[in-house]
T-cell receptor
């Protein structure tokens, strides 16, 4: 299994441009998440999904949109990029099988996408 | 609301010495607590978690963490640090019934183990 993969690994945008980050997982996980990582601020949740066709806002959703058309994919879109969106973006997934707190109660992370907005 | 604090931005330790990375949390309810590690240019990797039961939790790579309810802490420890333990460490918390099982992360602590 490849686990959680992210495309692209790096990207440079100009202010106002748009782009989509792709997250794919081959573990048949129900839940998927998008985080951004900024120095000293840890990871902050942007949006998440508890299943195909459903999405919900996280802690910092403004300026981002997401879609979960297929169970294995979770897309993060920036419609009009701003320099404040310069960050490293991580996708994660987890299963809901098993009881909460069991060995399955773990998020699996992708390698990240480094985005710079000029 | 739930929050996590990692009071140290960086911890320096000599190889072979004990390593401690501090974490305190604030939640209204019983917490699930996690430690993740991030090596350079990589995603986060799960180290260990506390759900219930024994306050001392053992995890990967010789790490352990102690849950202290009265002090609302969950410090990560390793008896003898290795140079390869140099990485960024994140503490995280969630509540049992958090929507989407969302995690709240601390700001991270960079660990530098010197030979």
């Amino acid at each position: 299994n490849a686990g959680v993969t992210q495309t692209p690994k790096f990207r440079v945008l100009k202010t106002g441009q748009s782009m989509t980050l792709l997250c794919a997982q081959d573990m048949n996980h129900e839940y998927m998440y998008w985080y951004r990582q900024d120095p000293g601020m840890g990871l902050r949740l942007i949006h998440y999904s508890v299943g195909e066709g459903t999405t919900a806002k996280g802690e910092v959703p403004d300026g981002y949109n997401v879609s979960r058309l297929k169970k294995q994919n979770f897309l993060l879109g920036l419609e009009s990029a701003a320099p404040s969106q310069t960050s490293v973006y991580f996708c994660a997934s987890r299963t809901i099988n098993g009881t909460s707190g069991s060995s399955t109660d773990t998020q699996y992370f992708g390698p990240g996408t480094r985005l710079t907005v000029l | 609301a739930q929050s996590v604090a990692q009071p140290e931005d960086q911890v320096n330790v000599a190889e072979g010495n004990p390593l401690t990375v501090k974490c305190t949390y604030s939640v209204s309810g019983n917490p699930y607590l996690f430690w993740y590690v991030q090596y350079p240019n990589r995603g986060l990797q799960f180290l260990l978690k506390y759900i219930t039961g024994d306050n001392l939790v053992k995890g990967s790579y010789g790490f352990e963490a102690e849950f202290n309810k009265s002090q609302t802490s969950f410090h990560l420890k390793k008896p003898s640090a290795l140079v390869s333990d140099s990485a960024l460490y994140f503490c995280a918390v969630r509540l049992l019934w958090a929507a989407g099982n969302k995690l709240t992360f601390g700001g991270g602590t960079r660990v530098l183990v010197k030979p």
